[in-house]
């Protein structure tokens, strides 16, 4: 069986973040970069709730590109951040060895969410899998290119070398598989609420309006109606 017949697991996955970096995202022409970076951290907080073995790896940080975006570090805290000069990551040994660590745990699915989707996602993909038995799923929508065929057609070329597209909140609800599982079941569900738009929204009126239970948040009063005289 085609190990891309199964799916993402707490187990067999492992996630790289390329170059979420704000001069590579002034660039970005092919998703609106505020849902650019909402998705990178939700993704990212996906990753923790499952405990996703995470590398977080940066391009000419002070010459050129600026710090990760902090809303994405401060979901890794403690996560070394791995710098470069190549634009093609798997050039860099320090990320070659963080790959291959939890490669050797059984973590060959390799989940990629990076800037610019037709430079630095599309040669490190078909580099790691032309060297490896990795396999690369591309979170299409935490990545972004410098145009909307910029984009889609490093998206094309990397699905023809067998790249798997997916979205952040496919991989999310993948690595959930069962609303069974308690253990992290409040986490996903709280992590929708505040990152998948209408979804999130849908759940917030099905807890209150459906089975009558409280509203996440305090506040003041519901005063009136009051029609003016």
């Known amino acids: 069986m085609s190990s891309k017949l199964q799916v993402l697991t707490p187990q067999n ?15 970005v022409q092919s998703i609106d970069r505020q849902v650019l970076k909402n998705n ?25 590109s600026g710090n990760t975006f902090p ?11 791995l710098e ?11 990320v070659r060895d963080a790959l291959a660590k939890h490669a050797a745990d ?3 699915k390799i989940v990629v969410a990076g800037l610019w989707t037709e430079v630095c ?4 993909a078909l580099s790691c899998m032309n060297d490896t038995d990795y396999e690369i799923y591309m979170v299409a929508d935490a990545s972004g290119g ?20 997916v979205t952040w909140q496919q991989v999310l609800l993948e690595w959930q598989r069962d609303w069974a599982r308690k253990e992290t079941y409040d986490a996903v569900t709280s992590l929708v609420k505040e990152h998948s738009g209408a979804y999130g929204m849908g759940i ?26």
């Open 13 to 27: 996955s492992q996630i790289i973040f390329i170059d979420q970096q704000p001069q590579m995202a002034f660039g």
């Open 40 to 64: 990178v951290v939700g993704l990212a907080k996906a990753a923790r709730i499952f405990n996703i073995p995470t590398t977080v790896t940066t391009v000419e940080t002070d010459s050129f």
């Open 71 to 81: 809303e994405l570090l401060a979901v890794v805290p403690d996560n070394d951040i």
């Open 84 to 94: 470069r000069t190549s634009m093609n990551s798997w050039d860099d040994q320090n």
């Open 106 to 108: 059984g973590r060959k």
């Open 121 to 124: 996602n599309t040669t490190f």
């Open 146 to 165: 410098t145009s909307v065929d910029a984009h889609k057609y490093a998206m094309d070329r990397m699905v023809q070398a067998g790249v798997v597209p």
């Open 204 to 229: 917030d009126y099905a807890v209150t309006h459906v089975h009558g239970g409280a509203e996440r948040v305090k506040h003041g009063k519901r005063i009136g109606p009051n029609p003016a005289k």
